[in-house]
């Protein structure tokens, strides 16, 4: 099993940019296809981004140019640089990952129940 722990949220103004970090223990890192995803208060939880080891990183739309997903498989973190951020990324930021058991990039990589495991979340709020 991995465990996940994130880090880096805060407050920021609109325009503005964060890095969150995820730290990965317990397991092989580089068997797990990794991403994060956010919760909105009165949401439902979305696909932020996701990678697996040496594959193409997948976004969702809302955060495409913006967001960039970084994954360090020796030293078992994942980041999310976040850039020209917007009232509307804020949220509950969760580091999520499950095995490599088919492709990462899939269209379903968004789906919340695909994943296995599951960081506790670190709050990004952005103001006007």
């Known amino acids: 099993q991995v465990q996940l722990v994130e880090s880096g949220g805060g407050s920021v103004q609109a325009g503005g940019s964060l890095r969150l970090s995820c730290a990965a223990s317990?397991?092989?890192?580089?068997?797990?296809?990794v991403g994060w995803f956010r919760q909105a208060p009165g949401k439902e939880r979305e696909g932020v981004a996701a990678?697996?080891?040496?594959?193409?990183?997948v976004y969702a739309e809302s955060v495409k140019g913006r967001f960039t997903i970084l994954r360090d498989n020796p030293k078992n973190t994942l980041d999310l640089q976040m850039n020209s951020l917007k009232p509307e990324d804020t949220a509950m930021y969760y580091c999520?990952?499950?095995?490599?058991?088919?492709?990462?990039?899939?269209?379903?990589?968004?789906?919340?129940?695909?994943?296995?495991?599951w960081g506790h979340g670190t709050q990004v709020t952005v103001s006007s």
């Open positions: 990678v697996g080891s040496g594959g193409s990183p």
């Open positions: 999520a990952a499950r095995l490599w058991t088919w492709p990462c990039g899939s269209p379903y990589w968004s789906r919340p129940s695909n994943y296995n495991y």
């Open positions: 317990g397991a092989n890192f580089s068997r797990y296809c």
